[in-house]
């Protein structure tokens, strides 16, 4: 039996409520549209966070979006590897992937990482799930890269950039009514038979351009996006284009591959790319369907501004503020941001790096 009084369940019903009626104005704008998803970070590797993944995507698929994951697997394929007795040597960043390292990175992006991403979705429904493979039906192609550090070039072996996506089978899942989770795998152009491990954010940014997606999201371990590292209060709500662009060489090498990917997707028709601090339970339908969001916003020019302040306007006008609630919610920022002080404390590291 509830402890609380009438008084207190009435008032709780309107946060409810409220809270309900503040994503209708983003329902409306993205129902039936894309959503592109880059799954990484803690989010990939602590049990709640992953549970509370899958449960977001399950929510934005019956709320009418279609929702397509992106994933890498940093973590577990460093794992995999020294189980094998293979070593994980960095170059620039990335991981060099010998030939016989391929073969682990392959297996565990499909065979364990992907895998599990599409079970723990279908444990809200039989099939709403389906994994898709980078290297499957030409998905994704690439050529091999190298990296010159300290001036030095070096082979990174079968490590490539993405050159062509074929979305096909992505879109057959969506018109199918499925979830696509996708590895980021690519066919090697000059080698068909060979595969190639592509970075995660690349290959999210590069199948959202493809997809024409409405929106990219990049789950990391911070808050978002600092002008001025450390200054917390230096956290960016919204960015366009040409001033991340300018920012962009400032940032440290875990942020650039991430601000890169949502730069070149929002400049390749993508309506807009979030950075969202994946450590924060349902992040995702924070930053769909609250004012508050969880991250920063890369737009295309800085007119769209406007469009986002018209939106936080009319649910300003519907949604009343309960004084005696405004802790649990329904309340938010009076100055029509998108942040409010952040408490949440930066990563001390640079989340998955630049490769897998």
């Known amino acids: 039996m509830s402890d609380l009084t009438k008084q207190e ?18 329902l409306k704008r993205f129902s039936g549209k894309i959503v592109v998803v880059k799954f990484g970070g803690n989010a990939m590797i602590n049990e709640d966070l992953k549970r509370a993944f899958a449960e977001d995507m399950v929510y934005l698929r019956y709320a009418g979006l279609h929702p397509v994951v992106v994933h890498g697997g940093g973590p577990q394929i460093s794992a995999a590897l020294k189980e094998q007795g293979i070593e994980s040597e ?5 991981r060099v992937t010998t030939t016989e390292a391929i073969t682990v990175v392959r297996d565990v992006l499909a065979g364990e990482v992907n895998r599990e991403i599409v079970d723990l979705v279908n444990e809200h429904g039989d099939g709403l799930a389906v994994g898709v493979f980078g290297d499957g039906g030409s998905l994704f192609t690439g050529e091999k890269k190298g990296v010159v550090v300290d001036g030095e070039h ?9 050159t062509h996506v074929d979305p096909s089978g992505v879109l057959a899942a969506i018109e199918a009514g499925r979830i696509p989770v996708v590895s980021s795998i690519a066919i090697d152009d000059a080698h068909p038979d060979q595969a190639l491990n592509v970075n995660a954010d690349a290959a999210a940014g590069a199948l959202a351009i493809a997809l024409k997606a409405s929106k990219l999201m990049m789950l990391t371990d911070v808050p978002g996006l600092y002008r001025n590292w450390p200054d917390r209060d230096s956290i960016v709500d919204l960015i366009a284009v040409e001033e991340l662009r300018e920012l962009l060489p400032s940032l440290e090498s875990g942020m650039i591959p991430k601000m890169t990917a949502c730069l070149d997707a929002v400049v390749g028709g993508v309506g807009g790319a979030t950075i969202i601090d994946g450590r924060i339970p ?11 969001g969880a991250g920063t916003e890369v737009i295309p020019d800085p007119s769209r501004r406007t469009e986002n302040q018209m939106t936080h306007a009319e649910i300003g006008r519907r949604v009343a503020s309960p004084t005696s609630t405004a802790g649990l919610g329904a309340g938010r920022p009076s100055t029509g941001g998108r942040h409010e002080a952040s408490t949440i404390e930066r990563s001390s590291t640079t989340e998955e790096g630049q490769a897998q």
């Open 154 to 162: 070096f082979d990174l072996g079968h490590v490539g950039d993405i």
């Open 9 to 26: 369940e009435h008032e709780l019903a309107a946060v409810k409520a409220a809270t309900l009626i503040e994503s209708l104005p983003w």
């Open 282 to 292: 349902h992040s995702i339908l924070l930053e769909v369907f609250t004012l508050r």
């Open 90 to 94: 960095f170059r620039g960043g990335y």
